[in-house]
């Protein structure tokens, strides 16, 4: 059996930690104890449960076993360890490492009514302040379905096993919540008016965030005149280090595609399948 558990907890490796540093974690995830600080954005952590990333593992009677997959990264913070990403797309987009000026949430949008601020954007990298040659950057971590944390930090506050106890519930990345829910109307909304504008906009995900929608194109493109929407996927390697990995240029157009890439399933499937969950109304 193979269930998501924690991979990073308040920016530590899950698996390293002893009996004793999961019960103090578990007692500030259930708002206990006082919250620790983030190594990777810096100030306090503002992710409720301090759940940096989530991982596949294996079972071994009843506590957490091998792991069966990578991280998957579901807080925005994650990304900003060694400031990898910004200094990546500051490589690609020719800006010298010591020109480099940043602004985080940006306001880009306002309320028709009242002017207030409606939408920003993420991170906004430059090289110069007087000639403005910039580009946006968008994070996207990854949400997750099934039962919420609260019964998991619960169980590991009380658990003083050497190892960790098995995830009692089902959760899974959201996928399609992320990427067409979240992340596409983001690009809808920015990307036309940042091409107006003669910019582009940079979206960082995670390896397995990308390849749950596709993964790289057939081929890869890294002309940044040929697209408007900068790729960049990095992940977290077996040292749980966030490197570098896979990048390319798309249009608006292709990332759309990229991000609704489901399809639905045949009707005699979809048949099938209803008729196993209708019940009468009175049982619902």
């Keep these: 059996m193979t269930r998501f558990g924690i991979a990073e907890w308040y920016g530590q490796p899950f698996l390293s930690l002893p009996p004793g540093k999961r019960r103090e974690l578990a007692a500030a995830a259930l708002e206990r104890a006082k919250t620790p600080e983030c190594p ?3 100030g306090t952590c503002n992710k409720r449960g301090g759940v940096c990333s989530i ?3 294996d079972s071994d009677g009843g506590a957490i076993g091998e792991a069966a ?3 998957v990264i579901t807080c925005p913070r994650r990304f900003e360890q060694g400031r990898t990403v910004v200094h990546w797309l500051a490589e690609i987009v020719g800006f010298a490492a ?3 000026l940043l602004a985080r949430e940006v306001p880009f949008m306002h309320s028709k009514g009242t002017s207030k601020p ?7 990298l430059a090289a110069d302040k007087e000639r403005l040659t910039w580009y946006g950057l968008e994070i996207q971590a990854v949400y997750f379905s099934g039962e919420g944390m609260e019964s998991e930090f619960q169980t590991l506050y009380n658990s003083n ?8 519930a089902v959760r899974r990345p959201d996928w399609r919540s992320s990427s067409a829910k979240r992340l596409m109307p983001q690009l809808q909304v920015k990307g036309p008016t940042l091409r107006r504008w003669h910019s582009k906009i940079a979206v960082a995900v995670d390896r397995p965030f990308f390849a749950a929608i596709g993964g790289p194109s057939n081929e890869i493109c890294h002309d940044l005149d040929a697209g408007d929407v900068i790729w960049l996927v990095p992940e977290i390697g077996i040292d749980y280090e966030l490197k570098r990995g896979h990048w390319e240029v798309l ?3 292709d990332s759309a595609t990229k991000l609704l890439s489901a399809s639905p399933i045949p009707r005699k499937q979809f048949e099938e399948l209803l008729r196993e969950r ?4 009175k049982e619902h």
């Design 98 to 100: 010591e020109d480099v």
């Design 161 to 168: 096993e050497s190892r960790p106890p098995f995830p009692a």
């Design 118 to 124: 409606a939408g920003k954007i993420d991170l906004v």
């Design 69 to 71: 997959g990578n991280p």
């Design 40 to 42: 990777f954005g810096g």
């Design 251 to 253: 249009t608006l157009e």
């Design 278 to 281: 209708l019940v009468p109304l």
């Design 55 to 57: 991982q596949p593992y």
